[in-house]
């Protein structure tokens, strides 16, 4: 056994987004830091995240911009640091945002390399120590507080934070290895599924459609009740469907189903009936095709006609009562035929984790274990598309820090 003849204020377990705020914010009280991770390269969601463009933050973030079992403390953390906070923290280390529609706040730059390339600068001037291919495999108590093991060898510190991700994109780092090393202290985790990802659908139906993208309304129903409702670019895929609404409802329909009847249904256009009264009047003569043509890419249009089984040529004046009515219940609420989520491998984000029930919620500390932090999105706590997972990352991850010194005292 190797052991680290220094010893550590702090260790943070994970270089994604929440550790590096986190042990800059540490460093900045004075504390010596020490941050590992497993990764050869870090950060790389904060590479890959908005289109490479990184959607930092978002002007105006609530609780209500979240999922978790305890909204309260995801709010008391929030304010603790507001996105003008993140703003200001990002301006200071020389990456501007700017703040594009829906109040998303992305680097002046256009490139996510800008916001990790500013993270890492920063975490050195500070002096920060980040180790990257050190994977921790366990904690135990230790001499000083903590014994950190990464394999053979053993690293002393006072206190912990982990900041290890969840479960999405693993190619990445984020195994879910937090949640074991948690586990060992009593914490008890939310169950975990896949958000923010996109939806499979039944076999084959619309692949015809691969690359279209349609303006839909989309409402999840919950044992026949209406639970959520988005406007929405409906992009289908060549396995089921996507776009940013099905993303933000993912969740939902992973976590309500098993237990409850749900259905999500498409609108793809409100009012058909009126729609197709007035064609009817200006062109009588033209087809079926041609009113759908009016609303709809081409390749949708007739993809709507073999599935509903109607000819393409019958003009719209011809159109039998039974056939209109087809159409009608079709354009309105089609209910999508979804058999699943694509998966962790392709969410961006884990809804649940480590439960607020076991942290105390102003400092996000182990209730369990004294000078155990945690913060990001190993906690149970995951937010809808538009800066709020990084929001959530940035803000726990100070907030964990602002514990750790009070701890450390
Ligand atoms: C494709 C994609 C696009 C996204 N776009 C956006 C966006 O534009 N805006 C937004 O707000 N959110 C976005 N997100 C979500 C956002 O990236 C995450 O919410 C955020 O990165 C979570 O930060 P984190 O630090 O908690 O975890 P992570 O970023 O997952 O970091 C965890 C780190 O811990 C390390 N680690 C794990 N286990 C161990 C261990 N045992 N020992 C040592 N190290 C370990 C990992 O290597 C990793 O570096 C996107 C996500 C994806 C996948």
Same mark, same amino acid.
């Given at each position: 056994m190797n052991k680290d003849i220094k010893q550590w204020d702090c260790i943070v377990i994970g270089a994604g987004a929440a550790g590096l705020m986190a042990s800059i914010e540490l460093a900045e009280y004075g504390r010596s830091t020490l941050l590992l991770d497993s990764q050869k390269q870090v950060g790389a969601k904060i590479l890959m995240s908005g289109g490479t463009r990184c959607n930092v933050t978002n002007r105006a973030v609530t609780e209500k911009d979240y999922c978790s079992e305890h909204p309260k403390v995801v709010r008391n953390i929030l304010r603790f640091f507001p996105p003008e906070e993140t703003i200001t923290f990002?301006?200071?280390?020389?990456?501007?945002?700017?703040?594009?529609?829906?109040?998303?706040?992305?680097?002046?730059?256009?490139?996510?390399?800008?916001?990790? #390339? =500013?993270?890492?600068?920063?975490?050195? $001037?500070? =002096?920060?120590?980040?180790?990257?291919?050190?994977?921790?495999?366990?904690?135990?108590?230790?001499?000083?507080?903590?014994? &950190?093991?990464?394999?053979?060898?053993?690293?002393?510190?006072?206190?912990?934070?982990?900041?290890?991700?969840?479960?999405?994109?693993?190619?990445?780092?984020?195994?879910?290895s937090g949640y074991k090393i948690a586990k060992k202290y009593a914490h008890t985790t939310v169950a975990t599924s896949p958000a923010l990802t996109?939806?499979?659908? *039944?076999? *084959?139906? %619309?692949?015809?459609?691969?690359?279209?993208?349609?303006?839909?309304?989309?409402?999840?129903?919950? $044992?026949?009740k209406k639970h959520l409702e988005k406007e929405t $670019?409906?992009?289908?895929?060549?396995?089921?469907?996507? =776009?940013?609404?099905?993303? $933000?409802?993912? !969740?939902? %329909?992973? !976590?309500?189903?098993?237990?409850?009847?749900?259905?999500?249904?498409?609108? /793809?256009?409100? =009012?058909?009936? #009126?729609?197709?009264?007035?064609?009817? &009047?200006?062109?009588?003569?033209?087809?079926?095709?041609?009113?759908?043509?009016?609303? /709809?890419?081409?390749? /949708?249009?007739?993809?709507?006609?073999?599935?509903?089984?109607?000819?393409?040529?019958?003009?719209?004046?011809?159109?039998?009562?039974?056939?209109?009515?087809?159409?009608?219940?079709?354009? #309105?609420?089609?209910?999508?035929?979804?058999?699943?989520?694509?998966?962790?491998?392709?969410a961006e984000v884990t809804a649940g984790g480590i439960s607020f029930k076991e942290v105390h919620s102003k400092t996000l500390e182990s209730k369990h274990s004294p000078g155990l932090f945690f913060c990001g999105e190993i906690l149970d706590v995951d937010g809808r598309i538009g800066g709020f997972n990084f929001q959530w990352a940035w803000a726990s991850g100070v907030v964990a820090a602002k514990g750790v010194d009070s701890y450390v005292g």
């Open positions: 990002f301006k200071k280390i020389d990456v501007p945002l700017i703040e594009e529609k829906k109040g998303q706040c992305y680097p002046k730059t256009q490139r996510a390399k800008t916001v990790l #390339e =500013g993270l890492l600068k920063k975490v050195k $001037d500070v =002096g920060v120590i980040l180790k990257t291919e050190n994977k921790v495999t366990k904690i135990s108590k230790g001499s000083l507080g903590y014994a &950190v093991y990464v394999g053979n060898t053993m690293y002393d510190s006072k206190s912990v934070i982990i900041a290890t991700g969840g479960l999405s994109y693993p190619n990445t780092g984020s195994d879910g996109p939806l499979r659908m *039944n076999k *084959n139906i %619309w692949t015809s459609l691969m690359g279209v993208s349609v303006k839909t309304t989309l409402t999840l129903r919950v $044992d026949g $670019d409906l992009l289908f895929t060549h396995f089921g469907v996507s =776009g940013l609404g099905v993303l $933000d409802l993912s !969740r939902h %329909w992973l !976590r309500k189903r098993g237990d409850h009847a749900v259905v999500l249904n498409a609108c /793809f256009l409100k =009012g058909v009936q #009126e729609a197709l009264d007035v064609f009817v &009047v200006k062109y009588p003569k033209k087809n079926i095709k041609s009113f759908l043509n009016e609303y /709809f890419p081409q390749r /949708f249009s007739t993809a709507v006609l073999t599935y509903l089984d109607l000819e393409s040529s019958i003009s719209v004046l011809q159109l039998a009562k039974i056939n209109r009515k087809k159409l009608i219940a079709f354009l #309105e609420a089609y209910e999508l035929p979804i058999t699943g989520a694509v998966g962790y491998g392709k």
